[in-house]
Nanobody, 117 residues
Framework: VQLVESGGGLVQPGGSLRLSCAAS????????MKWYRQAPGKERELVAS????????NYAGSVKGRFTISRDNPKNTVYLQMNSLKPEDSAVYYC???????????WGQGTQVTVSS
C-alpha cells in the first residue's frame, strides 16, 4: 500500500489549495479514505472522510463549509479542496486508509500547508 500526497504549500489567509493523494497497492474503490492534519505541538486530527461510493462525506466542525473531500476511483486519487484558508489550518496534512482485513491503518508521508501573510 502506498499513499502519496501532493499540493501543499504556502498560501495567504483567505486563499485556496487542493491536496491530492495518489493511492496504489490496494483496491482503492473499496476503501474509505480520510484526510488528517497535525500542527506542531498538537495531536493529529481527522479533517474529512469519504465513503466508498464517494457519496457519504464527513468533516470536522472547524473545516465544514470551507473544505471539500472528493475521490476519483478510476484515478485512485482522493482530493481535499481547501477554501477560505485560515492561519489555524496550517499543519502537515496526511492521507489515510484503514484495512479491516489487515487490521492496519496506512498513512502517506504528509504534505505541509502553511497559511500566512
Amino acid at each position: 500500500v502506498q499513499l502519496v500526497e501532493s499540493g501543499g504549500g504556502l498560501v495567504q489567509p483567505g486563499g485556496s489549495l487542493r491536496l491530492s493523494c495518489a493511492a496504489s497497492g490496494f483496491t482503492f474503490s473499496r476503501y474509505v479514505m480520510k484526510w488528517y492534519r497535525q500542527a506542531p505541538g498538537k495531536e493529529r486530527e481527522l479533517v474529512a472522510s469519504i465513503g466508498i461510493p464517494g457519496i457519504t462525506t464527513n468533516y470536522a466542525g472547524s473545516v465544514k463549509g470551507r473544505f471539500t473531500i472528493s475521490r476519483d476511483n478510476p484515478k485512485n486519487t482522493v482530493y481535499l479542496q481547501m477554501n477560505s484558508l485560515k492561519p489555524e489550518d496550517s499543519a502537515v496534512y496526511y492521507c489515510s486508509t484503514y484495512s479491516p482485513l489487515a487490521g492496519v491503518t496506512y498513512w502517506g508521508q504528509g504534505t505541509q500547508v502553511t497559511v500566512s501573510s
